[in-house]
């Protein structure tokens, strides 16, 4: 295992006249101390450091302080909480969701209203149950970003603006003339491709990749997110954007700082992103031979993993995308505990029925149902997933051994899967990388540091620092040592303030 202790160095500590005009009694208000416990960082991937028993002070929503022995200078203003034998770690980040709607529910039905403000006053907290302090919506929006920020208690959002061509993925899924009157319509790429598909009120010069990337600068976006899927299910034959038309939002993107993410699961996707250069591929490889020669699959895969880690191209694997679609088969799915803590009761109850049933129904058509008791169906959809399973696991591993840089992102969720729910699929997510080979110490990393690097964050978050923003879980068990230490949270610490983390469950509210 790839960690070991440490002192606690000189720049964590605070000189006598400095701790002690933090610790005077003005100062306490707002104060939180954790008192005799171990901090875990990540120092790079695959390796992280354990202090030795300290103290650490949070004022105003920030670590204030890490030393030994605070608590003596500490007065009844400060909250305390007692660390011993526990080990404190920062907030989970997960850089793949989509925040907006409630999984596996489709329509707006008037009875089903305080179901639904019910479910998604929950599920803030469900992230925060299972440790995630921060997450990344890659087809966000700013007033729905500000909106999800206001909430009380859950994860910091930040988001990525969707760039597309018209009838590409996703505009494919509206209607030709609606995906010219949504307000995504503002960051559309006039394609070349398509010079007479535009309305008469489309103005290109307001939508060329430098235009369109300004745009989602100036509304607040991190990120950029393209895409490169020629299509599934019903839709397929997408077009999609030239290696020109990407390079070139690429290369406005870099000028202002913002990472670009491309969506793609294909070898296809995968070539197309080492010629796009763009900064992310944000789904494993599920499917080897879509849109490729099988020889070709057959003689390149470790090779792309090779340009990919030599390109500095990083990678979410997203693999819990897979599993949770076919767990909608699964006739077991309630029964697992921690989907209680995740889920409130009257939506999950609601999964349970005819109308909560539609996305399984979808999927169980094509494996006579009606024939099948429902083990049996479950089985031969799983069956059927073992393929792109199998290969992404195979693409995962190789990008692993290559150095490819692995960002953990969940895509929660990818779709109107129930099995997708807030927090609990990133757990899940946690499981699959462990079974593709990477290292509890790696894990630890790309869910810390590593994804706060990537969002050009490491100087706020990521780590459990002086002068960084506490965004903290208290541990009863050492997370190096087994992931299930994940599931021992006591304490989830959310811009400062604490919160037990069994107020977080759904089963509290």
Known sequence: MMFSEFI????????????????????????LLIKQVRIINSVSDGQAKISKVSDVLIRDGKIQAIAPNLSRHASKATAQIDGRGRFLIPGLIDSHVHLDGVPGYAGDDSKDAAMLQEARAQMPRSYAYFGFTTVLDLTGDAG?????????????AHFCTPVTIPNGYPAS??????????????????????????????KT?????????????????????????????????????????????????KHLKMPVYLHGNSQASYEFALKAGVTTLVHGMWHEAKNVEQFANQTRLKQIADEIAQAGISVQPTMQVLYG????????????????????????AWYQTDAGQWMKNI?????????????ELYQSVKTMYQKPLSTVRRMTAELHQQGAKMLFGSDTPSGPFYTQFPGINGRWEMDRWLEAGMSL???????????????GLEKT??????????????????PLLDVRAYDTIEQVILRGKAHQRAVLSAQSH
């Not at 160095?9 to 009694?25: E, G, Y």
Request: hydrophobic letters at 45%; proline letters at 10%; a negative charge.
């Open 8 to 31: 606690v160095s000189p720049r964590f500590l605070v000189v006598s006249s400095l701790l002690m005009s933090l610790l005077s009694p003005t100062a306490q208000a707002d104060s």
């Open 144 to 156: 729905f970003i500000a909106k999800w920020n206001a909430q009380p208690a859950g994860p910091q």
């Open 173 to 202: 899924w509206m209607d030709k003339d609606l995906q010219f009157q949504v307000p995504a319509t503002k960051y559309m790429l006039f394609d070349p491709a398509q010079p007479n598909v535009y309305p008469a009120n489309f």
């Open 205 to 253: 010069d307001d939508h060329t990749p430098q235009a369109v990337v300004n745009a989602a600068k100036q509304d607040g976006a991190n990120c950029i997110k393209v895409f490169y899927e020629t299509g599934f299910g019903p839709k397929k034959n997408l077009p999609v954007p030239s290696v020109a038309l990407i390079q070139e939002v690429v290369k406005q993107a």
């Open 325 to 348: 679609e076919h767990e909608e088969l699964n006739p077991d799915f309630f029964k697992n505990p921690m989907v209680a803590q995740a889920i409130p009761q009257r939506l999950m």
């Open 363 to 375: 999927l169980a058509e094509d494996f006579e149902p009606a024939t099948k008791t429902p083990a």
């Open 441 to 455: 110490p790696e894990l630890f990393s790309a869910l810390t540091m590593k994804n706060a690097r990537a969002l």
């Open 461 to 478: 978050i990521g780590s459990v620092e002086v002068g960084k923003q506490a965004d903290l879980l208290l541990l009863t068990t050492n």
